[in-house]
């Protein structure tokens, strides 16, 4: 089994000396939200969630993400909740970074640690509970399921990924590969959420463009993202959001692997009607 790293926030201020420039970007083709913003008065609170703050990192919204939601949740020893989720059309994903956790779905109870996994099919009973004596931090990815007459939704599943083998891309040695907890040919789901990683060296060698919307989140390394027209530095730590269409090509420069948990909406009809999915 490979250990592998994971980057999360841990909040705190920043001091008045510091420089009110950073590398915050927001454009109608992509957005970066550098590590640096994950500050204490960014948080938010949930209905329901006990001891527990998080950091919105994208949600549905005009001119901005469209298809999805993606939260980091940070709960303290002794926190969770009963009723996650609200939203009975809701489908999500957890992934931990830190600390860990116990995940009750569908009646079993699963310990989840660093590399954890879950899959929450919607109208699912799940609940989730910190007993340990430090926080957890993980992201929780939000959609909408969008179901279609005669296909099953998928069931729910729990995973690690560092029981995982990565999946390397044709023709890069594997120095560019894909971590896949779905089949990519299982069109009952509607979302992939995949963890990508690049050998130093490696390049997405063009500019992809393409239908399919983007959340990214650097877990580790750093690297250089062509968006659009822009050349970005991103680093653990860092979200981007990449519309549908954007262009976008990576270098990874090194000393050590790029990686990063990524978000897409995958295997339905486009919708024909702004606004309708």
């Known amino acids: 089994m490979t ?37 204490d008065i960014v948080t938010s609170n949930l209905p329901f969630w006990d001891a527990t703050r998080l950091w919105v990192l994208a949600r549905p919204l005009s001119g901005f993400a469209e298809t999805f939601s993606q939260y980091i949740m940070e709960v303290s020893p002794g926190g969770g909740s009963e009723r996650p989720e609200l939203d009975p059309a809701a489908e999500g994903v957890l992934f931990v970074v830190e600390g860990e956790m116990t995940l009750t779905l ?10 954890g996994y879950a899959f929450i099919p919607p109208g699912s009973d799940w609940r989730v509970r910190n007993e340990a004596d430090s926080a957890v931090r993980f992201h929780w990815v939000r959609k909408a399921y969008e179901a279609v007459d005669g296909i099953e939704v998928p069931e729910a599943f729990v995973v690690n990924e560092n ?47 393409h239908v399919m919307e983007h959340g990214l989140y650097v877990l580790e390394g750093k690297a250089v993202y062509h968006l659009n027209q822009d050349w970005v530095e991103v680093e653990a730590g860092d979200f981007m959001w990449l519309r549908a269409f954007c262009p976008q090509a990576c270098y990874a420069g090194g000393p050590g692997p790029f990686r990063y948990l990524l978000y897409k909406d995958v295997n339905r009809h486009a919708a024909l009607r702004l606004g309708a999915r």
Not at 186 to 202: C, E, L, S, Y
């Open 163 to 209: 029981d995982l083998e990565p999946n390397p891309m044709p023709g890069t040695e594997g120095r560019w590969a894909t971590t896949r907890f779905v089949d990519p040919d299982d069109v009952r789901h509607d979302m992939h959420v995949n963890i990508v990683t690049f050998q130093p060296g490696a390049v997405i060698p063009f500019d992809e463009t």
């Open 3 to 39: 250990t592998r790293n994971y980057y999360a926030p841990t909040g705190g201020h920043p001091p008045q000396t510091q420089l009110l420039s950073d590398r915050a970007v927001f454009t109608e083709a992509y957005a970066v939200i550098p590590k640096g913003v994950f500050g």
């Open 106 to 115: 569908a009646g079993e109870r699963y310990r989840m640690t660093p590399g």
